[in-house]
């Protein structure tokens, strides 16, 4: 029961400093966060925060990990069908939890995100792999598709990149139907 007690407590300390950091983000740029913004923030102690984290750095990797530990559980939960609606759901859930997520959507904007999107591309690269690895034979290679799901990861990529430096002025229905357009237009065909 004690362990129990205390693992909670930590989650829930973790999580009031993810809530302070993406506030924080909101606020000043990631290079000016500090440790004391972080946990007047999160309303925890300073011994707190380095029970959790090494320094902001150590901070950020976690925060990195956790945001692509999200987006693969996304991934993996599509399972693509010539269906509009249901294509436009995923890629909608996509745009809100980039909306959601301050770190995600300032890594989009900026070019300080190159250690991310390397961590998230050599990802991708292994998931890739792994669904054309189980892909039955088509009229393509499993070469051709694992590039054609290469293509489809990017250009989601690219819209969101776009998306997050226009401040989301567009309605994540306009861009989750887009992205769900090139999907069926583009990708579904090489899968069939």
């Known amino acids: 029961m004690i362990h129990e007690i205390q693992d909670e407590r930590y989650h829930v300390a973790d999580e009031a400093i993810y809530d302070a950091f993406f506030l924080l983000l909101k606020e000043k740029d990631i290079d000016r ?4 913004d972080v946990i007047k923030k999160a309303g925890v102690v300073r011994s707190t925060f380095y029970n959790h984290y090494e320094n902001i750095p150590a901070l950020v990797t976690a925060i990195e990990d956790k945001t692509l530990h999200d987006i693969f559980s996304l991934m993996e939960s599509f399972h693509p069908k010539n269906d509009h609606d249901m294509c436009k759901s995923y890629f909608l859930t996509i745009c809100n939890y980039t909306m959601a997520n301050p770190f995600l ?3 989009l ?3 300080r995100g190159d250690a991310f999107f390397e961590k998230s591309i050599t990802m991708f690269h292994h998931y890739v792999s792994k669904v054309t690895q189980d892909t039955t034979p088509s009229m393509h290679s499993k070469e051709e598709v694992s590039y054609m ?4 990861i990017g250009s989601t990529i690219g819209v969101l990149h776009k998306w997050s430096r226009e401040n989301f002025q567009v309605p994540a229905e306009v861009i989750a139907d887009i992205l769900t357009q090139a999907f069926i237009a583009g990708m579904l065909p090489f899968m069939s």
């Open 105 to 107: 959507a300032n890594l």
């Open 149 to 152: 799901i290469a293509c489809t």
């Open 33 to 36: 966060i500090t440790v004391s």
């Open 109 to 111: 904007r900026s070019p």
